[in-house]
């Protein structure tokens, strides 16, 4: 074990997935020289894989002890965390954090403590998994304006999507075997309902456009309605359903956020991206288009991100957010999608609220369309589509036509 006594001390909170990830990362690398002061962790009763000595149970006594050099906050609960990542920073320490949720919910304020009390937040185990994006986007692409960053971002969702594809696992199944391999958050909902691509996407525009954008705010539709309707409509038409997170600035400075599922086509570098891999696409303006595919969940890949920041931060890196107030991008709220839609065919859709809406094929009780709509529109309509368990995804409009092509049965129900 390396965990000897050393200068440089480390306190961990949460011995999860990712604690547990980062701690092995820690005894393999000799070069690490780090001493796990103590791991703060909730739950007494829990059978450990260290002994209960390595454990402490008072997050006090991590957050108040001044021989510690650096914390790690890798716990899954968000307001217990963003507690943990408030109080260090304001005693101005170094503190990596994993929870996506909580940064992306609490980042202006955390950035506002760290700069008053001089310490320092790294979360690159947040985004991507094992995928250097936001190092990628602080550092290299500093000074490059970005035209879009976009992709897979929820290990969870696309371990069930491949899975569903490439084996005919029910969705309840897959969903299943990502928790038990350690993908899916404590709550699944979260996954499968896009809130955690949501999340991972609000950290990335703060890096690459410099632009402070809610969770909220963003248009989400997660993938918990599919069936095998969905699958097999999508290969027949030559694609497949990812769950894909899109930040896009156009020419005129406007911002375009989504998570939404995705029909993409076998030129798409998503169509490979499988199982629990991640996969994102940096659009700089000169460098042209770059492709990032790494593990994006998982307890070694995220252990290795935070070992990662925890090195970088004991040499003195912190985020510089180079992109903020470099460009004035305004958050875009009305904008065109296009869909594939699929429902009980005694579902009567209501189409006024659709720019144009073509039912492309009915069998066996279920009802296939395409539609366009405005992105307002679709944000107050998600939780009616929800609720029903109407399945969507966005297409692009030169799939919107070829699914028109082969389907000359189409029936227009409104078109304006
Ligand atoms: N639940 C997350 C996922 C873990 O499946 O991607 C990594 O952030």
Request: proline share 4%; net charge negative; charged share 20%.
């Amino acid at each position: 074990m390396k965990n000897k006594p050393s200068d440089i001390r480390l306190g961990i909170f949460g011995f999860g997935c990712v604690g547990q990830g980062l701690y092995d990362v820690l005894q393999t690398i000799e070069a690490a020289g780090i001493e796990v002061a103590k791991i703060c962790v909730k739950d007494k009763e829990k059978l450990r894989s260290l002994p209960s000595s390595a454990f402490t149970y008072n997050p006090q006594e991590l957050l108040q002890d001044e021989s510690i050099t650096i914390l790690a906050e890798l716990i899954s609960d968000a307001e217990d965390a963003y507690g943990i990542v408030k109080q260090a920073l304001q005693a101005g320490k170094t503190i990596v954090s994993a929870n996506k949720k909580m940064l992306a919910t609490h980042l202006p304020e955390l950035l506002e403590l760290q700069q008053k009390y001089k310490g320092t937040l790294l979360y690159e185990a947040a985004v991507g998994g094992s995928i250097p994006i936001i190092r990628i986007l602080e550092s290299y692409y500093s000074s490059e304006p970005l035209q879009q960053v976009s992709g897979i971002l929820n290990g969870s969702s696309n371990f069930i999507l491949s899975k569903m594809e490439a084996e005919g696992l029910s969705y309840t199944c897959a969903l299943q075997q990502a928790q038990e391999l350690g993908f899916a958050e404590a709550d699944p909902a979260l996954d499968v309902g896009g809130f955690d691509s949501v999340n991972k996407l609000c950290l990335i525009i703060a890096h690459a456009f410099g632009v402070s954008v809610k969770p909220e705010q963003v248009l989400r539709f997660g993938i918990d309605s599919i069936t095998e309707h969905d699958l097999k409509f999508a290969e027949r038409i030559g694609a497949r359903i990812r769950l894909v997170a899109t930040a896009v600035v156009d020419s005129g400075d406007q911002l375009y956020v989504r998570v939404l599922p995705a029909l993409v086509s076998e030129q798409s570098e998503l169509y490979r991206v499988t199982n629990e891999t991640n996969g994102v696409t940096i659009a700089p303006v000169f460098a042209g288009e770059q492709f990032l595919k790494g593990r994006g969940a998982g307890s070694h890949p995220t252990g290795s991100a935070v070992w990662a920041d925890v090195s970088a931060a004991l040499s003195g890196y912190r985020y510089v957010y180079p992109k903020a107030d470099t460009r004035a991008i305004a958050l875009s709220k009305e904008y065109k999608i296009n869909l594939y839609l699929r429902c009980p065919s005694s579902l009567v859709l209501p189409a006024a609220d659709f720019i144009e809406l073509n039912k492309i094929s009915e069998s066996e009780g279920v009802a296939y369309y395409t539609a366009s709509i405005e992105s307002e529109t679709l944000k107050s309509l998600s939780a009616y589509l929800a609720a029903e368990r109407i399945f969507m995804a966005e297409i692009t409009p030169a799939q919107a036509h070829n699914i028109a092509l082969k389907n000359c049965n189409t029936e227009a129900v409104v078109y304006s």
